[in-house]
């Protein structure tokens, strides 16, 4: 038989006090204060009204300094007190006592005890006492289960004004199992009608919700649509999200598209509903059918993701590119019909469907790799407020050679930030920071975008505004301070936050000795424990910088083999510092894996990436004549030149047959070195995360 979840309903209707437990027992009268001590003598003699207050006061505990009354509350005299009472027929401490056995309170839970003084009350003219015993008829609770008799007590209160039985009557005829009353299942069906309309006309949004779906069906009324519309529309007004189900689900029977792609998304969130894919894409082709732009967008996102006819996969996000099309987990078939639906949906001017376009065409997903027909779409979506556009537009204009490339990345990336995307204004303080053609550079207004990007817990952002406070850019210098935001995210394992800690711990940065702030003193052996962390967590600046403490015995254990390791690792992620370390090592005939060819691989490169000091050791070697595998006259003058004009060359090691071109190259446009070396580092340190 099935069982009746109404007896949640009683935990609402009758009293609901938070109970405390473990209170020491209070009985001494004398110490009570003369109105409870009154009180307590009445209880004693006898009087029940008295000994229901007391109970009462035992069960809730009074502490009011006003009137000078104080009792610790205590469940078992307030029991005590109420059974007292019950037993000599006062109908409230009935009532009470029974609440007490039906929840365990102050006594151990006795649904057959409950029962027993409901029933009492009842029979007493108790409305509270008729429903809660009605509820207890009506489900199974004690094995008590009597529908007839369940029907007969919540009738009684609602004709005594508990207007809650009502929403109970109606759900009990709907779905009675066995009519006790011997009635047709249409006359049970009017019969939950009529109750429904009770509960509905007394303001239960349940029973405007029954009521709403009752004419909807066509269920024990006359089908009514109107009457239907009216009623569920009623039921939302309480905020009730089934409601909301239900009057979308009615409107979408009706054919209203929006509606249709509506209950898409409540199927596909389970709002209001238990979440189904499957009802959800039905929902959204219903509405498709009728060109209705948000739906067809929807059901391209379900192909995009590979779930145009699965329904066992969330709706994943990480990367733009990623949200859309996860690599290697759609069908070619299926990043098609996701292309012709976004295509349908953009035409009719739907924002995301135009980024979606943007994002395929810039990635070449689905359709041919075409960044003039992605700047396009993305133009057309930026342009309806789609903050995702505009970041990417403002991104595209970020580019170099970009004519007023500036000023348009700052535009479109501002309306971005404005909208709270975090990405757009940590990538707007970078428009700041580096100024670019006709915007400004401005450290301070840099600093503010940061901030709002770290404050939405932005890895970027964060990393960005600690290196503002270490630098003293755009805010007051602050060690201190980048130190304890570099802490935050090595504690979320971002390795090169872990990195930085350490090269803190390392040089005593953020020492308290430095500034006043939380204070990262000298510590070699935190600062090797960091660059461990940075270095298995993959970060090549930390396999660099722990390889060096195990190859010097810095901070931990000496262990130059597994130093040199780590220092490879670093190197063939292509950290240039890496590299020319290990060009030095194996050139080093003392040490004992010295090789000349190893050497000369890892210098170049180094040299490639523009290390200077990389490129003046590979004019040394190509220079020397004794190399004979290796000399060459005109490497050697290349790379020499290359270290000059950054200004790293020691002239006395230079061959004198050399020394007049390399200081003519030392001294041409050194200023225009400084600025292609530091845009080569801002772009190492932009692609620096994973």
Same mark, same amino acid.
């Given at each position: ?25 209070? @009985? ?38 006003? @009137? ?18 019950? @037993? ?71 004709? +005594? ?76 007004? +309480? ?8 009057? @979308? ?28 894919? *499957? ?30 006819? #699965? ?84 991104? &595209? ?6 004519? +007023? ?55 970027? *952002? ?149 290390? &200077? ?8 070697? +190509? ?66 995360? #994973?």
């Amino acid at each position: 038989m099935k069982r009746f979840s109404l007896l949640r309903l009683a935990c609402v209707a009758l009293p609901t006090s938070a109970f405390l437990t473990g209170c020491v027992p209070n @009985t001494d009268y004398a110490m009570l204060s003369p109105t409870l001590q009154d009180e307590a003598l009445r209880a004693e003699k006898g009087d029940t009204e008295a000994q229901f207050r007391l109970g009462w006061m035992y069960q809730h505990g009074i502490n009011d300094t006003k @009137t000078n009354l104080m009792l610790r509350q205590n469940l078992s005299e307030s029991v005590k007190w109420y059974r007292k009472a019950a @037993t000599r027929h006062n109908v409230l401490a009935q009532d009470n006592l029974a609440w007490m056995y039906m929840n365990g309170q102050g006594v151990r839970q006795n649904f057959s005890s409950a029962r027993k003084w409901y029933q009492r009350a009842a029979r007493n003219g108790n409305v509270k006492a008729e429903y809660a015993l009605g509820l207890i008829y009506a489900t199974d609770v004690g094995k008590h289960q009597n529908f007839a008799k369940a029907i007969y007590w919540l009738t009684k209160a609602s004709e +005594h004004g508990f207007h809650e039985a009502e929403l109970c009557l109606g759900y009990i005829y709907e779905t009675l199992p066995v009519n006790p009353l011997t009635l047709t299942p249409e006359e049970a069906r009017k019969e939950a009608f009529a109750w429904y309309k009770k509960a509905a006309d007394h303001g239960f949004a349940r029973g405007q919700l029954k009521l709403g779906e009752f004419y909807a069906d066509g269920t024990g009324v006359k089908q009514d649509k109107t009457e239907a519309f009216y009623w569920l529309s009623k039921a939302r007004e +309480h905020g009730d999200p089934q409601a909301e189900f239900a009057l @979308t689900h009615f409107k979408a029977e009706e054919g209203d598209a929006k509606a249709q792609f509506e209950l898409g998304e409540m199927y596909r969130q389970g709002k209001g509903t238990h979440a189904d894919l *499957g009802l959800a894409l039905q929902s959204y082709q219903k509405s498709a059918w009728q060109n209705y732009a948000p739906a067809q967008y929807a059901i391209a996102r379900l192909y995009a993701q590979g779930q145009g006819a #699965r329904e066992d996969r969330a709706w994943a996000s990480k990367s733009t590119m990623e949200e859309f099309f996860p690599q290697n987990k759609v069908s070619k078939e299926d990043q098609a019909k996701a292309i012709q639906l976004f295509t349908r949906a953009a035409a009719q001017g739907d924002a995301r469907s135009e980024f979606a376009l943007g994002v395929a065409y810039e990635y070449g997903i689905g359709v041919s790799e075409d960044g003039r027909t992605a700047i396009s779409y993305y133009q057309k979506a930026a342009e309806k407020g789609e903050p995702r556009a505009q970041l990417a537009l403002g991104k &595209a204009y970020m580019g170099e050679h970009v004519l +007023h490339g500036g000023q348009l990345a700052g535009k479109w990336l501002k309306k971005a930030a404005d909208q709270g995307l975090p990405e757009a204004q940590f990538k707007l303080g970078q428009l700041y920071d580096n100024g670019q053609g006709e915007w400004p550079q401005d450290h301070a207004k840099a600093v503010e975008y940061y901030r709002l990007a770290h404050d939405k817990n932005y890895v970027q *952002g964060s990393f960005a505004l600690a290196r503002a406070y270490e630098e003293g850019l755009g805010v007051a210098f602050n060690p201190a301070l980048a130190a304890q935001i570099y802490q935050g995210l090595a504690d979320k394992n971002i390795p090169e936050a872990q990195y930085k800690i350490g090269e803190f711990y390392e040089t005593g940065t953020a020492s308290k000795d430095a500034i006043e702030g939380i204070g990262l003193p000298v510590d070699q052996h935190a600062a090797a424990s960091w660059y461990r962390r940075s270095a298995h967590e993959g970060y090549a600046k930390g396999q660099f910088a722990f390889g060096m403490a195990q190859l010097f015995g810095k901070g931990t254990a000496l262990i130059p083999a597994r130093g040199l390791f780590w220092i490879e690792k670093a190197a063939d992620q292509g950290d240039a510092q890496a590299q020319f370390t290990l060009g030095k090592a194996y050139i080093d005939k003392r040490l004992p894996f010295f090789n000349r060819a190893k050497s000369v691989t890892y210098f170049e490169k180094a040299a490639d990436q523009g290390h &200077a000091s990389a490129q003046f050791a590979l004019g040394l070697i +190509h220079s020397n004549k004794e190399n004979h595998l290796y000399y060459d006259e005109k490497k050697a003058q290349k790379y020499f030149c290359l270290a000059a004009a950054q200004g790293i060359v020691s002239m006395e090691e230079v061959p004198e047959r050399l020394a007049d071109t390399v200081m003519r190259n030392r001294k041409s446009d050194l200023k225009r070195a400084v600025i292609d070396q530091k845009r080569a580092i801002a772009k190492i340190n932009d692609d620096s995360f #994973r």
